[in-house]
């Protein structure tokens, strides 16, 4: 009862009626980050000293229904808090070490903590070490070093029970030959250590003290502390899983990765051999047609070198597009006049039809690279002999979009694997293709905030659509300064 004036203190608690009141002083939480400055910061074995705290009460790790007793107002709400944050993260956090960084950070927020420390099992030595620690103190100069009870840990090991602690020089638990422990030196602190349980092993622990003059920690409170460990338990085991999944995905990926590169680079390698050796044969007997011959297929296999490296590099690398401001049908011309060979030499007739249009921002070897790919694979896709392939460009002032159109008079694509095609390593035209051509076109024109759509029929031929944002960088139309596509 209160009949004057008192000077309060951080921590002091004001009962009126079945409201709680708390008063919050000036004080600093303090964040350790890295093993090393925690391990430095949390000394485990202490000295000596005449005081110390005493087990008020333990409970079960195993408990179950451990917040369903009714606790006063103030103690249920801040339970609910902070059960309903911790289970709100779990999931959604990549790292063990995050999880329990935000863990540490939601206590603090709904508990009055003095020090916080969580102890987790290292799997190469299965010893605990500290990982986290936070500790709030009223000079923020002052950074004092954490001490904690071995004993009091080692009680939470042995009996998987989370304690509840104040004046551990009168518990027979602790005081046999105990002398020498850190516990003497905890002062008249209360105490709240609990384990973190998983499938019946301790993987860690988490141990918070606070001064007895601000506050003593309720049974109530306890129970939320086992609730918490039973969650980072499940958040633990979650990450695992979540690792393990990810791992063995990126083991499965890889090893796709490998075997398909490694059998597309065996190919190559091949048509290399067999076109040195066409070379070898001209040289020996002198006859010129012999080694240019050989040279023909040299030179086809050092152009499917180069377009699986550059598919390789774009799909497997983050890379921002370098705008500049060009000429769409330039670059389309280019590629037309690069693959003019190829076509002549299965027969397949390549048209133009290109719409004027104005210079815009884009990555013109960005761009080149698609148009490439696609005019290519429409090549090699299309009937020897009686193929053809239309390349067209459009421009629409309404809502300046460039429109590429690539089609071809090739077989087609069944309608259940047009979406495909633009998935990695997948190839319709056996070892003739990188299966990645399309893929790396299709990253590259996500790069620009454009899209690719396919058209196809059995029989008939595919179309590709590339459309392009043809805004400048400050999203409005270029103008025609570089005057229409020659």
């Known amino acids: 009862r209160i009949v004057g004036a008192t000077l309060l203190k951080h921590g002091d608690q004001i009962k009126v009626g079945s409201t709680l009141l708390v008063f919050e002083g000036k004080e600093h939480v303090e964040s350790v980050t890295g093993p090393?400055?925690?391990?430095?910061?949390?000394?485990?074995?202490?000295?000596?000293?005449?005081?110390?705290?005493?087990?008020?009460?333990?409970?079960?790790?195993?408990?179950?229904s451990v917040i369903l007793q009714a606790p006063e107002t103030a103690d249920a709400v801040a339970a609910w808090n902070i059960i309903y944050s911790i289970a709100e993260i779990i999931g959604s956090i990549d790292t063990v070490g995050s999880f329990l960084e935000h863990v540490a950070d939601i206590i603090l927020d709904h508990m009055i903590v003095d020090h916080l420390v969580i102890l987790t099992r290292q799997p190469e030595?299965?010893?605990?070490?500290?990982?986290?620690?936070?500790?709030?103190?009223?000079?923020?100069?002052?950074?004092?070093?954490?001490?904690?009870?071995?004993?009091?840990?080692?009680?939470?090991?042995?009996?998987?029970?989370?304690?509840?602690?104040?004046?551990?020089?009168?518990?027979?638990?602790?005081?046999?030959?105990?002398?020498?422990?850190?516990?003497?030196?905890?002062?008249?602190?209360?105490?709240?250590?609990?384990?973190?349980?998983?499938?019946?092993?301790?993987?860690?622990?988490?141990?918070?003290?606070?001064?007895?003059?601000?506050h003593t920690y309720t049974q109530?409170?306890?129970?939320?502390?086992?609730?918490?460990?039973?969650?980072?338990?499940?958040?633990?085991?979650?990450?695992?899983?979540?690792?393990?999944?990810?791992?063995?995905?990126?083991?499965?990926?890889?090893?796709?990765?490998?075997?398909?590169?490694?059998?597309?680079?065996?190919?190559?390698?091949?048509?290399?051999?067999?076109?040195?050796?066409?070379?070898?044969?001209?040289?020996?007997?002198?006859?010129?047609?012999?080694?240019?011959?050989?040279?023909?297929?040299?030179?086809?296999?050092?152009?499917?070198?180069?377009?699986?490296?550059?598919?390789?590099?774009?799909?497997?690398?983050?890379?921002?597009?370098?705008?500049?401001?060009?000429?769409?049908?330039k670059i389309v011309n280019d590629v037309i006049e690069l693959v003019q060979k190829p076509a002549d030499a299965k027969g397949v007739m390549l048209l133009a039809d290109l719409?004027?249009?104005?210079?815009?921002?884009?990555?013109?070897?960005?761009?080149?690279?698609?148009?490439?790919?696609?005019?290519?694979?429409?090549?090699?896709?299309?009937?020897?002999?009686?193929?053809?392939?239309i390349i067209r460009s459009r421009y629409n002032p309404g809502n300046a979009t460039a429109v590429l159109t690539i089609s071809d008079n090739g077989p087609g694509i069944e309608g259940d694997k047009v979406e495909k095609i633009f998935d990695a390593f997948h190839s319709s035209k056996g070892h003739g293709g990188t299966g990645l051509g399309l893929a790396a076109a299709k990253k590259i024109i996500s790069e620009h905030h454009g899209r690719i759509e396919v058209e196809s029929t059995l029989g008939e031929g595919t179309a590709f659509h590339v459309k392009l944002p043809a805004v400048s960088t400050r999203g409005v139309a270029s103008d025609d300064t570089h005057g229409p596509a020659r």
């Open 355 to 389: 719409d004027e249009m104005p210079a815009f921002p884009f990555d013109p070897e960005g761009i080149h690279q698609v148009t490439h790919n696609i005019i290519r694979n429409a090549i090699e896709i299309a009937p020897e002999d009686s193929g053809r392939v």
């Open 125 to 214: 030595t299965g010893d605990l070490y500290p990982q986290v620690l936070r500790y709030r103190y009223k000079d923020k100069n002052e950074k004092p070093k954490i001490t904690t009870s071995r004993r009091i840990i080692n009680h939470v090991l042995n009996t998987h029970t989370g304690v509840l602690c104040a004046n551990a020089m009168n518990d027979e638990r602790f005081v046999t030959d105990s002398n020498q422990d850190s516990v003497h030196r905890l002062g008249l602190r209360s105490v709240i250590c609990v384990p973190i349980v998983l499938h019946s092993d301790i993987e860690g622990i988490i141990h918070m003290d606070c001064s007895m003059s601000h």
């Open 220 to 329: 109530e409170q306890l129970r939320t502390a086992i609730a918490v460990g039973k969650l980072t338990a499940m958040a633990l085991e979650n990450a695992r899983l979540l690792e393990d999944r990810v791992r063995t995905e990126r083991l499965a990926a890889a090893g796709e990765t490998v075997s398909y590169i490694s059998h597309h680079i065996r190919n190559i390698v091949q048509g290399l051999q067999g076109g040195g050796s066409v070379v070898e044969l001209g040289i020996k007997n002198g006859n010129v047609e012999t080694i240019r011959s050989g040279w023909d297929i040299v030179r086809r296999n050092l152009e499917r070198t180069t377009r699986l490296t550059m598919d390789m590099l774009t799909f497997s690398k983050e890379r921002v597009p370098k705008m500049e401001t060009a000429q769409l049908n």
């Open 36 to 64: 090393d400055m925690i391990r430095d910061m949390v000394d485990l074995d202490g000295g000596a000293r005449p005081d110390g705290a005493s087990i008020l009460s333990a409970i079960a790790s195993s408990e179950d």
